[in-house]
């Protein structure tokens, strides 16, 4: 499951126990609509709530970073769970993708605001 919120840094996307090629689908949507803007958007990817991922939706996730990943400002990462941690920073070594990691949604918010602020 899915749940975005524009904040003043960018986008905040939450992901709740598994995470489907249809949920990616409403990500993709939102992320590629500010992409449209003068700015790149930035964006904070709360992953602690996630259990699972299906296969098709890592495969799209894949396709997605290769083809926008420079359409995109800063990227905060929320993981908790070592194996989605470890899947995150694989998927992102193989499409050059740089996003910062933190444990806790209140770092990582701070980090993007900062990151905004310079901007």
Known sequence: MISMHKEDYGLKVILHDEFTLQD???LEAALLNPSEQ???PNLLLDL???????VDMALEHLRFLRKHARHFGCTAIVV?????????????LLTLFHPKYFTNITDAEKWLLLHSAKI
Do not use: C, P, V
Request: glycine letters at 4%.
């Open 24 to 26: 990616f689908q409403k």
């Open 38 to 40: 003068l700015h790149m």
């Open 48 to 54: 602690s709530e996630l259990k699972d991922f299906t």
């Open 80 to 92: 908790s769970d070592i194996w989605i941690r470890l899947g995150t920073h694989l998927a992102n």
